[in-house]
């Protein structure tokens, strides 16, 4: 949970101090369009490698660098006075946070075999808390000292101070040498796997749903009518409203099964949200920002499913690369078509419509995802 705590705190971040990080910088509008795109590239890009790394290093060692990695780019990066040095040791921390996002659901699957929706609900939920916190707590700190460089920079600390309780595991862990680190499959062989296309496909279209709401659901409906402060509100509602429902998801799944009903209300959920928004943004804002909130518990499902469709931990770190890497390549479409097709048709009516058709996806590729196999069984 610490850890899931850190892997979002380097996005939630700088949004809320962007203006001042701008003048202070010189950042222009473009090189700002990078610093705000370069999350969605690093988890892909990333992740991508986390498998190789865990095979060198270990799980548990590959943890305890993660968050070295990722303090060094958040401790660092308040530091610089130009923007290229300062996106440069974003790409840092984020490289930090892509391959800790990877080797969640293998932590899960190697320390916790028989509790992993329970594990899962939980980081799950620290993942969205600190993405909250990240959102909530910047501008206080730095109003607090005077300075935006100390709000970001104090991310650092939280970094830090989660890798104390990973080090004697890892220390552990290194002693203990090669012979038992997790090995799971290569990036190629899972390219050969439809459960490894379906987990990746679910993974990016819940990220690219997650990601247009992180990036255009207030303008929705401030251009609506709705006043900004409470647009703001409602956006902060949809990763709180997300917390208590992730908790419940063990017994949710437990329930269930490896019935795919869940990916469908997720669906269903996530759809009737955007009709809300469609038909009557401001009618009822809270009320389609909750929808929304459920539907993205999606997010801890799939991850939960990583490790309940493989047989080995270095088999769910094998997974978790592949889907991650291939979802958040395809999550990216989700803020930049938005932003595209208002461009294009200057309305939100075509764009929330395509948002609310593509979430009806999750339910039937949900239910390749929730088939009854592992990885390993279908590799073989």
């Known amino acids: 949970m610490l850890l899931a705590l850190n892997l979002r705190s380097a996005v939630g971040s700088v949004g809320v101090v962007l203006h001042p990080l701008r003048a202070d910088l010189g950042m222009s509008a473009t090189v700002a369009g990078v610093l705000t795109t370069l999350p969605v590239l690093c988890f892909a890009l990333f992740g991508a490698t986390t498998a190789r790394v865990v095979r060198t290093l270990g799980l548990d060692r590959t943890a305890a660098a ?192 490896d019935r795919p009903i869940l990916p469908w209300v997720f669906a269903l959920v996530t759809s009737a949200g955007w009709l809300g928004v469609f038909l009557a943004p401001t009618a009822a804002p809270w009320l389609w920002a909750s929808l929304l909130g459920i539907g993205g518990c999606a997010f801890t499902w799939v991850l939960t499913m990583f490790g309940r469709r493989t047989a080995t931990a270095g088999g769910t770190a094998g997974l978790s690369a592949f889907a991650q890497s291939v979802g958040y390549l395809v999550a990216g479409l989700g803020p930049f078509g938005t932003g595209l097709l208002h461009d294009l048709t200057g309305s939100w009516d075509a764009p929330v419509l395509v948002l609310m058709c593509a979430a009806l996806l999750l339910g039937p590729v949900g239910m390749l995802v929730a088939r009854d196999r592992t990885l390993e069984d279908e590799l073989d």
């Open 66 to 257: 993660l968050l070295v990695v990722a303090g060094v780019g958040l401790a660092l990066r308040p530091l610089v006075d130009s923007s290229a040095a300062f996106l440069a040791l974003t790409v840092v921390a984020l490289a930090g946070c892509a391959i800790g996002n990877v080797v969640l659901p293998a932590l899960a699957k190697e320390h916790f075999p028989d509790r992993l929706p329970l594990i899962s609900s939980l980081y799950g939920a620290a993942l969205m808390g600190g993405a909250t916190l990240g959102s909530v707590l910047t501008v206080p700190i730095a109003d607090t000292f005077g300075d935006w460089r100390i709000g970001l920079g104090a991310w650092a600390v939280l970094a830090f101070a989660a890798l104390i309780p990973w080090l004697p595991t890892a220390i552990r862990e290194g002693r203990a040498g090669r012979l038992d680190r997790p090995r799971g499959p290569t990036l190629l062989r899972l390219a050969r796997s439809r459960l490894a296309w379906a987990c990746g496909i679910f993974f990016g279209l819940q990220s690219a749903q997650a990601y247009a709401q992180f990036g255009w659901f207030p303008a929705i409906l401030t251009d609506a009518g709705l006043e900004s402060g409470q647009a703001g509100l409602a956006q902060g509602l949809i990763p709180a409203v997300g917390i208590p429902v992730t908790l419940l998801l063990p017994t949710l799944i437990r329930r269930t099964g």
